[in-house]
């Protein structure tokens, strides 16, 4: 099974992809990265992804699937010339931690790239 | 047990960055934390207030209870213990990894500033799981600090970090994440949150974090102490009215028994009565 670069190296692999990276984001710290990072700084790309998942996971208003599991899957942020993808990856033991993508809009497919991150997630850890 | 937080971080060039400086291998031991060194980066962290892989693990049922000491004894002389935790089919890479960085930064937050006059460093003392995932010392610190700023805007409620806490019944119908459902459903007013951590396996900033909202929102208190039993006061009456006026005060009075108490029928009575008689004949 892999392990957190081989699945970021995997994830560079997705159509568009510009760069990857696994993150704790209740603090932004970067638990592995793969290619480029806005502006160069995959440090600061992880700090700024986790404000915006912490927005999303303290408010009940996202969490609304009762006691059934865990309720967040992605945050998609489009933008004019790229797209970011957040994935959340579900443990069985306690963990704070997502996959995020950086893509370039004219190359990919956000769809398709969603799927493709949403099965990364899975092999890194089983459901 | 409580759950002290720390003072902030005040120099900053502290005992890890040298370490990481002088690139050093070894363990850097604090009053109540340690971390494991290797070329200067941290690659495992220790804290008593902060659950540990073992006690993630084993709460979410993913190592048998006794699979962690044979994974120390097994595996630990050749420090291997966490590839013998894969090897054994017990988790994965991916989880070993993530578990074991989740872990490390709990109880980073904790066992950080290392206070310099409380700290030894032993050389070449390695941690028996092994190096599996390095995080530099600059970024652990950073990430440790926003962490901090996040607990830091919710300062007015730190009461609770090491009170036991219950829900207030009243207000449970209120809007929940599934996290602090998981921790109201645990609180039973006996439990500091450092305990509810441990008790769930989860991580002990988030626990502190989610019940430092939870009283903020008013969906939990601290229970207050029990009261002693309430003393009688002289003249006091049941309805809660103050004592009559001073002019019928009575000064407390012994009553002796009612003459008529003694004489009774009741043959327990009489033989209680013939037996001390039997005792006093023998004096």
């Known amino acids: 099974m892999p392990g957190i670069d ?88 306690d963990s704070q931690t997502c996959l995020c993508l950086w893509l370039d809009r004219a190359q990919a497919n956000l769809a398709v790239a969603r799927l493709r991150l949403r099965d990364l997630a899975a092999e890194l850890v089983p459901s | ?52 892989l073992e006690a993630r693990l084993t709460a979410a049922g993913k190592v048998p209870p006794q699979g962690w000491q044979y994974a120390v ?12 935790l894969v090897s054994e089919g017990w988790l994965t890479q991916g989880e070993l ?41 600059t970024a652990l610190q950073q990430a440790t600090a926003r962490r901090r700023a996040l607990l830091d805007q919710l300062r007015p409620w730190a009461a609770v970090d090491t009170s036991p806490v219950i829900p207030v019944h009243a207000r449970a119908s209120a809007r929940t994440t599934s996290r602090q459902r998981r921790l109201l459903d645990r609180a039973d007013g006996r439990h500091t949150p450092h305990e509810l951590a441990r008790a769930l396996g989860q991580s002990a900033f988030m626990t502190l974090l989610d019940i430092r909202r939870l009283a903020a929102a008013g969906l939990i208190h601290v229970p207050q102490a029990p009261a002693a039993l309430p003393r009688r006061q002289p003249g006091a009456s049941l309805d809660g009215h103050p004592p009559p006026a001073a002019e019928e005060h009575h000064t407390p009075t012994w009553q002796l028994p009612v003459p008529e108490l003694l004489d009774t029928a009741d043959p327990d009575i009489a033989l209680l009565v013939r037996l001390r008689t039997a005792l006093e004949e023998n004096l």
């Not at chain 2, 960055?17 to 962290?45: K, N, Q, S, W």
């Not at chain 2, 490390?104 to 995932?133: I, K, M, Q």
């Open chain 2, 73 to 84: 004894e097994t595996a630990g002389p050749q420090l291997r213990g966490g590839q013998f």
């Open chain 2, 97 to 137: 990894e993530i578990c074991h960085l989740a872990a490390l930064l709990d109880a980073a937050f904790f066992a950080l500033p290392l206070p310099p006059e409380a700290t030894s460093f032993t050389p070449g003392t390695a941690h028996w799981l092994g190096a599996v995932r390095r995080v530099s010392a």
């Open chain 1, 6 to 93: 081989q699945v970021l190296s995997q994830a560079m692999g997705i159509p568009g992809v510009l760069g990857a990276g696994l993150i704790d984001w209740t603090s932004g710290l970067t638990l592995g990265t793969a290619g480029q990072a806005p502006h160069g700084d995959h440090d600061a790309a992880a700090a700024d992804t986790a404000e915006v998942v912490q927005a999303v996971t303290r408010n009940a208003t996202f969490d609304t699937a009762g006691t059934a599991g865990p309720a967040l899957e992605d945050l998609i942020i489009t933008a004019a010339d790229s797209y970011h993808l957040i994935r959340f990856v579900h443990t069985a033991f």
């Open chain 2, 1 to 52: 047990m409580g759950l002290p937080i720390p003072p902030r971080p005040s120099a900053p060039a502290g005992l890890l960055d040298r370490c990481a400086a002088e690139r050093v291998t070894g363990a850097l031991r604090g009053p109540h934390g340690c971390f494991y060194l290797l070329d200067g980066a941290v690659y495992c962290v220790e804290d008593a207030a902060a659950p540990g």
